[in-house]
């Protein structure tokens, strides 16, 4: 295997590999958060879940952008294209974003999710409200996923 | 688009009347009640009398509660079957009536039902205290002797007792060694501890009791028992089979009550519809002979409040008022049928301020549009479509629900739309030609299609913000804070063009020049007023210029704004793509002969996931949009929702509330 591929492939890792990290810990603090809830009240499990879906896409977006490194490479057909070594860590690089930014974003939304279980928790007619603020902090998560998949669409291969 | 006028109501009539027309104003739901009182000097407050008011309530309450702990008793054994479509029970206000006269006997069942826990609650402890005579007897179930003979004889001493096991072997020597006479038996042990039966000389007492200390020797407390230990097992486990039995019967007989379950709930809400009539007296004032009652109402009913008054009574004196200059008042909305369900969206984020606008209509097409692109599949779309089209004809629902399965049932079209705009029917599942184009071949297009988006709905923003000044009569600040801006960015935008088509989607467009260069000349004519008028409220010559060249620094804002919105294109792109991995993954597998076994589940579960994760995405990030770019503009908030007084039930609901 050329040393080009690999790079391209340490690319692919990096993008979904981070921010899939990234949203398990989001979704598990927003889970351990949640569960506290429904312990309490069960009828709340439906406006809890929700909640802590939300840092889950970040995982989704490193994915996204995973897959579009493989086709553009070719992985699901039958081989692989030699790449220069520049060309792989332009792929590298192209996953840099999705993958950083998701991994942290996924982090601090779990917590921005954390505190909105809180919202539900004493005021469960909230939730339109509550789901917010969580969203705000995707954003970056959606302009990083903009930024990687410009980025790995603009490499020539 | 508008909020309802409201007018002020005061209402006076005879006492006699008081509870017709209290029943009236509950049925119609259209009056929100005021508390008179606030109005009053203390000297007239110091006259009302509000203990027959108490005293009611607090019977309602206990037979209400009563109600209630005898539903949730008989939930425990009979669950309440709840299908997601059946929902409460739909019932006549005859029904009410009938369950009312039976309040009675349902207290009589009431009472048997705490009975019934009561019991149930002593045979727990006594089933406990059985459970632990047994587990304490079974260890010396071996021993075939009645404890009661189990006695020290007049020179010798018998007793039980235990030690750990690991202490009996150098129990057992030390006794040898020290010679002492004495009977060692091991009736049974466990993994711990060894259960002994142990006879010696009463003058061995002395020498053998710090031994006996030593080697972690307890005396077994069984003083209480007389028969053989087999014999008490066998009685426990007779009374805990007579236990069993009278639980049983328990249990037998409270889901023979479920059968009242029906009634208990009509007397449940009959108490509550009581309960809130006498509860809203609190809000009234009374004297012997008369009482008063103040509210708001939507301006539009007040003859048919008027109507429905004189229907009861001629001996009443009804005013309406409009609040004063700047009074608040409670804020309702009033939209067609299809704009009806976006009002929650506004509900969701606040009532705006009385005196403002309604911002739904403005929302409606935006949300609808958003909602449509992020989802962005055609089959996605009729899914959604169908299934809340079908939850709309199917369940009743009422408030937010409603108007949230509503506006699914409705984005669904959108989505719909959207989908076969870009091709995509479960993603590229059937390869179907997109009718405009596929954002995954040209996602800078896709991008710019979500600006151009961006760039209208802030602008319409500021134009909201612009006709609230106007219709305040501020239509130089209007000119000066909002149309200037709305020349900047939309004379910017189409000055930019030209440019912007060329570098990202790489097509000259030399048609546009034109455009573009008068799109330049209202961008500039903006900035001159912005840079003119923005200080005026400044009286330094300095703070003036200062201030002018300060608001540019605006601009980042608005750019910022305005790229909030390739979230269109991000998450219309995820959708899509995670449609095709799914279609990939399904495609590895084989979509033919006995592959399908494995790739449809794939395909079906896959897509619903996909569905879910994006419907949620689409949902909070249009709704997003509205409440940060868009409502950011001019959207006032501060309003109080407008809350009739209404009839309330817990666990029915009514088919017509005008007979209640």
């Known amino acids: 295997m050329e040393l080009g591929q690999f790079f391209a492939f340490a690319g692919i890792a990096v993008a979904t590999l981070l921010a899939g990290i990234g949203s398990a810990m989001g979704t598990s603090l927003a889970g351990q958060a949640a569960a506290g809830v429904v312990t309490e009240d069960p009828d709340k499990f439906g406006q809890t879940l929700v909640l802590q879906a939300l840092p889950g896409t970040q ?88 930024v990687s998949l410009l980025m790995t669409l603009g490499i020539r291969v | 688009m508008a909020i309802v006028k409201m007018k002020k109501l005061a209402l006076a009539g005879l006492i006699s009347d008081e509870q017709a027309v209290v029943q009236t104003l509950h049925r119609m739901s259209l009056v929100e009640i005021t508390d008179v009182k606030e109005q009053l000097s203390d000297e007239q407050q110091s006259i009302i009398d509000m203990q027959q008011v108490q005293d009611k309530l607090e019977q309602l309450d206990n037979d209400i509660s009563r109600m209630k702990y005898t539903l949730d008793f008989l939930e425990r054994f009979v669950p309440d079957k709840k299908g997601m479509f059946t929902g409460k029970p739909l019932v006549k206000a005859d029904d009410y009536k009938t369950a009312a006269q039976k309040l009675d006997e349902l207290i009589k069942i009431y009472e048997t039902c705490r009975d019934f826990d009561e019991e149930l609650t002593s045979i727990k402890g006594q089933r406990m205290r059985i459970n632990n005579a047994i587990s304490q007897m079974s260890p010396w179930v071996a021993l075939d002797t009645p404890l009661s003979e189990v006695r020290d004889t007049r ?84 009374e805990l089979e007579k236990l069993e039995r009278s639980e049983n019967e328990i249990i037998r007989q409270s889901v023979e009550l479920t059968k009242y379950r029906l009634d208990l709930k009509l007397a449940n809400d009959y108490l509550m519809i009581q309960k809130q009539r006498v509860e809203v007296l609190s809000d009234f004032a009374a004297t ?196 200037s801006w709305m020349m900047v960015l939309g004379g910017a935008s189409v000055w930019l063009a030209p440019l912007l088509s060329n570098m990202l ?22 900035v001159v007023i912005l840079l003119v008028t923005q200080g005026r409220s400044q009286k330094n010559i300095f703070m003036k210029v200062f201030s002018g060249v300060g608001s540019l620094y605006n601009i980042t804002g608005f750019l910022s704004d305005i790229l909030s919105y390739s979230r269109l294109f991000a998450l219309g792109l995820a959708s899509g793509m995670i449609a095709t991995v799914i279609n990939i993954l399904a495609g590895l597998v084989g979509m033919s002969g006995i592959n399908l076994i494995i790739s449809i589940p794939i395909l079906i579960i896959g897509h619903l996931f996909n569905l879910a994760i994006n419907g949620l995405g689409a949902y909070v990030h249009s709704s997003r949009l509205q409440y940060i770019e868009f409502f950011g503009k001019f959207f006032e908030s501060g309003g109080k929702a407008f809350r009739p007084f209404h009839i309330e039930t817990k666990y029915t609901d009514i088919e017509n509330e005008e007979a209640v």
């Open chain 1, 59 to 146: 995982g989704i977006y490193g994915l996204i952008i995973g897959v579009i490194m493989m086709s553009q490479l070719g992985v699901f057909g039958a081989n692989i294209p030699d790449l220069t070594v520049q060309q792989g860590l332009m792929y590298l690089a192209a996953g840099c974003p999705v993958g950083i930014v998701g991994l942290i974003s996924g982090i601090y939304q779990g917590r921005a999710a954390v505190a909105s279980i809180g919202i539900i928790a004493k005021q469960p007619g909230q939730l339109g409200k509550a789901i917010i603020f969580p969203a705000i902090v995707e954003t970056y998560a959606i302009l990083s996923l903009i």
């Open chain 2, 155 to 238: 020179f010798v001493r018998l007793v039980l007792g235990t030690m750990p096991v690991v202490l009996l072997d150098g129990f057992k020597k030390a006794v040898e060694e020290d010679g002492i006479g004495c009977y060692i038996h091991n009736i049974s042990q466990d993994r711990n501890t060894a259960y002994l039966f142990m006879a010696f000389h009463k003058n061995d007492q002395e020498i053998l009791e710090p031994i006996l200390r030593q080697y972690e020797w307890n005396d077994a407390d069984l003083a209480e028992y007389s028969l053989k230990p087999a014999q008490h097992i066998e009685q426990c486990q007779h």
């Open chain 2, 288 to 483: 012997r002979q008369t009482f008063i009652l103040t509210g708001w109402v939507p301006a539009e009913r007040t003859d048919e409040l008027q109507g429905r008054v004189s229907s009861i009574t001629d001996a009443y004196w009804l005013d309406f008022e409009d609040p004063v200059e700047g009074e608040p008042f409670p804020v309702a909305f009033k939209n067609n049928k299809l704009l009806r369900p976006f009002e929650m969206l506004t509900e969701m984020y606040s009532m705006p301020a009385p005196y403002s606008i309604d911002p739904t209509p403005a929302v409606a097409p935006f949300y609808f549009i958003f909602f449509g692109i992020m989802v962005g599949d055609a089959a996605y779309g009729i899914l959604i479509s169908v299934a809340f089209f079908a939850a709309m004809h199917f369940m009743r629902t009422k408030g937010m629900g409603q108007k949230l399965i509503m506006l699914l049932a409705l984005c669904g079209i959108s989505t719909a739309f959207w989908g076969a705009m870009f091709g995509s029917w479960f993603g590229d599942l059937f390869h179907i030609k997109p009718l405009w184009f596929n954002p995954m071949e040209q996602p800078m297009l896709m991008m710019v299609v979500s600006l151009i988006f961006g760039v209208v709905h802030i602008l319409v923003g500021i134009g909201l913000k612009a006709y609230m000044s106007v219709k305040d009569g501020h239509v130089a600040d209007a000119i000066f804070d909002q149309v």
């Open chain 2, 505 to 526: 989607l790489s097509t000259p467009a030399p048609q546009l020049e034109g455009a573009a260069q008068i799109g330049l000349y209202v961008a500039v004519a903006g």
